[in-house]
């Protein structure tokens, strides 16, 4: 009688607060995707793939062109030390 009947009210709420928690839970979850993040996380990532290839392919090109600029500077270096060894300077015939 009564202990049962208290068993089925504690059931009962049970189940009211098990299905108040997962109706909260979705409407939530709902909410979430709604966002324009969560309805598509890649886009942001996605979006910058160009911009990212182009900003790599920008710095190897400024590292080529200063390789460049030191494999000249160099050379001329050498070519001025050459010139002023003292081997080029007898040649000269000073």
């Known amino acids: 009688g ?7 009210q504690t ?9 108040a928690l997962v109706e909260r839970e979705a409407q939530g979850l709902e909410q979430a995707l709604a966002h324009s ?9 996605a979006g910058r793939d160009e911009e990212i290839g182009a900003e790599i392919a ?10 460049d600029r030191a494999d000249s500077d160099l ?12 081997a080029a300077t007898l040649r000269r015939g000073y």
């Open 75 to 86: 050379t001329h270096t050498l070519a001025r030390v050459v010139a002023l060894s003292p």
């Open 58 to 67: 920008r710095a190897r090109r400024t590292v080529g062109h200063l390789l």
């Open 11 to 19: 059931r009962d709420r049970g189940r009211y607060a098990i299905r």
């Open 2 to 8: 009564e202990e049962l009947e208290r068993v089925r």
């Open 37 to 45: 993040a969560l309805r598509d996380p890649y886009r942001l990532v």
